[in-house]
């Protein structure tokens, strides 16, 4: 247990179907990160929230939409999305701020796919 | 963005010390490095990180060559629950207050019975 944990782990849906990729943390953190995992490729940042703001969004297409409610919450809202976007979708978690380090704590992901 | 290169597999004997090797010779003075690592089917593992000196603590020793160019990740007694992908990381540009992880492919650690 890393103190992230995220819902569904499996999700399969169709490319006109609309669900949403929750991810809680109960770490205390202010900094929570989406990634996208396919195979073979590394991990890709999509989207950073710092202090429930979006600090990054990496050129991610418009079908994927995050929402931060507060701190301890990170939500990933999907519709329309293509066969190519199935992949492993892993949430993060770490402090915010530019001392020290930001060690990230993971989720165990959802793996999603796309029919 | 610093890039590291790693090998992409390697294998080592369960009990025995597995080094993990990585190259990073465009790292910048304030940029720290990085290990997580990932088992199967689980989201990735934070190991250890490091600036100049070597580090190490209940998991694992980070060996930074004095140049920064490259480092080694020492697994001291390695057990078969150590296999997994290893990611060697250097921190890239900042996304808010922190610094992004930039992350590569890692090398896939097989400890053998």
């Known amino acids: 247990e890393t103190g992230v944990t995220q819902t569904p782990r499996h999700l399969v849906m169709g490319m006109t179907n609309k669900k949403s990729l929750k991810c809680e943390q109960h770490?205390?953190?202010?900094?929570m990160y989406w990634y996208k995992q396919s195979a073979k490729k590394p991990l890709e940042l999509m989207f950073v929230?710092?202090?429930?703001?979006?600090?990054e969004n990496n050129s991610v297409p418009s079908r994927f939409s995050p929402e931060c409610p507060n701190s301890s919450h990170l939500f990933l809202h999907l519709h329309t999305l293509q066969p190519e976007d199935s992949a492993l979708y892993l949430c993060?978690?770490?402090?915010?701020?530019?001392?020290?380090?930001?060690?990230?704590?993971f989720g165990p992901g959802t793996r999603l796919t796309v029919l | 963005d610093a890039k590291t290169t790693q090998p992409t597999s390697m294998d080592c004997a369960e009990g025995r010390a597995a080094n993990l090797p990585c190259n990073h010779s465009?790292?910048?003075?304030?940029?720290?490095v990085y290990w997580y690592r990932q088992i199967h089917s689980q989201g990735p593992q934070y190991i250890i990180h490091?600036?100049?000196?070597?580090e190490t603590n209940e998991m694992a020793s980070l060996i930074i060559t004095e140049d920064r160019k490259s480092s080694t990740l020492i697994l001291p007694h390695a057990t078969l629950r150590d296999t997994a992908v290893y990611y060697c990381?250097?921190?890239?540009?900042?996304?808010?207050?922190?610094?992004?992880?930039?992350w590569g492919l890692g090398t896939s650690l097989a400890v053998n019975p």
């Open positions: 993060a978690s770490s402090h915010s701020g530019t001392s020290g380090h930001n060690e990230q704590f």
């Open positions: 770490l205390g953190h202010n900094a």
């Open positions: 929230y710092s202090l429930e703001e979006r600090v």
């Open positions: 465009t790292i910048s003075g304030n940029e720290y």
């Open positions: 490091g600036l100049k000196n070597n």
């Open positions: 990381i250097v921190r890239g540009a900042w996304a808010g207050n922190n610094r992004k992880l930039i």
